[in-house]
């Protein structure tokens, strides 16, 4: 076997004022540590571009440490084991990792998880049954989205967006989405079993959430912030609830936007709405693991992804999240 001993990885090498370029990167070439006693030597075959690693680009506090400047970027990662000096992994196995954006990397064994390799595409460990899936999952799970509920979901046709009306779906919901692009409109009730779609683009939110809501919605899955909560407050019944995923619309705003003219009505239908954070649900991996791992050895879930390969194309992925270039989870493939 040909030995591993150099890698490339992608740093941040300034912090993005708005959007950022391709000039607030760098690819380096690093040489590999040798490797000592309980470490493990990992080739990265998938890692995953997410947006909310635009918010760890900033500098200050954040529910995440920001990227340090001149380092290489963190993300999911999917890899093989090319050596092992633990007990607990050999070469072979295939790992899941937060050591993205880079080719190989040696680590601790408490920093890998092992997946079955017999799972295809690997990738899905990244999307479907990976922190995508969950946060969907947890998501759904928060606010308790059950059979009738009427949800609409915001980026619809993101990676988390299209999963949670998949699973929302299989809860006996019905489920109305948002995209911005007919093709993405088309895709999510095709493929992913949406009982409504609409492009944004195509005229005013309200108007198109009212026509395929005519009696409103009980449960809004915010990926969007914006214009799509001003809309969800506006058509939410009674007592409805909001999940607070995300809000790419703003994450390269350098001021922040006044919030939602029509956010009383918090107070006068009595809304419930919550935030989000993932690696709060880290303790219910079995939970997930039951329902939505379930749903997918049954092949009850369709497996979006958008693929770019190289880790020299990586850049390209990210920048592609923020104008709508993925259909489902974006993914790097790496070898």
């Not at 998949?166 to 995209?179: D, E, F, T």
């Not at 029509?262 to 009595?270: G, M, P, Q, Y």
């Not at 020299?312 to 493939?333: E, P, Q, R, W, Y």
């Amino acid at each position: 076997m040909t030995p591993l001993t150099t890698s490339r990885e992608i740093r941040l090498a300034s912090r993005p004022k708005g959007i950022p370029t391709a000039a607030n990167f760098a690819l380096a070439q690093i040489t590999l540590p040798r490797l000592q006693a309980q470490q493990v030597l990992v080739r990265n075959l998938f890692m995953s571009v997410d947006p909310y690693m635009r918010g760890r680009m900033n500098e200050g506090k954040s529910y995440v440490p920001p990227f340090t400047i001149g380092q290489a970027l963190e993300g999911g990662a999917i890899g093989e084991v090319f050596h092992s000096e633990a007990k607990e992994f050999k070469a072979g196995d295939v790992v899941t990792s937060r050591y993205g954006w880079r080719e190989a990397f040696v680590a601790a064994p408490t920093d890998l998880r092992a997946v079955d390799n017999a799972v295809q595409p690997l990738s899905v460990y990244l999307g479907t049954l990976g922190m995508t899936g969950m946060t969907a999952w947890a998501g759904l799970t928060l606010l308790n989205v059950k059979a009738g509920d009427v949800i609409f979901i915001s980026g619809a046709a993101g990676a988390v967006g299209n999963m949670a009306g998949q699973i929302a779906k299989l809860r006996g919901c019905r489920v109305i989405g948002s995209a911005g692009t007919d093709r993405k409109v088309r895709s999510l009730v095709d493929d992913c079993g949406f009982d409504a779609a609409f492009n944004y683009k195509a005229g005013p939110m309200l108007d198109q959430l009212n026509r395929v809501a005519p009696d409103g919605i009980d449960v809004y899955f915010d990926n969007v912030g914006g214009e799509s909560l001003e809309a969800a407050l506006s058509a939410l019944r009674i007592h409805g609830r909001i999940i607070a995923c995300g809000g790419i619309s703003s994450y390269n705003d350098e001021k922040p936007k006044p919030g939602p003219a029509n956010l009383f009505n918090v107070t006068t239908k009595r809304l419930a709405m919550k935030g989000l954070i993932v690696g709060d649900w880290l303790d219910r991996q079995s939970e997930f693991d039951a329902e939505v791992g379930g749903y997918f050895r049954a092949g009850k879930l369709k497996t979006l992804e958008t693929v770019v390969e190289g880790i020299d194309h990586a850049v390209d992925a990210f920048l592609g999240l923020f104008s709508g270039k993925n259909m489902g989870k974006m993914i790097v493939k790496l070898t």
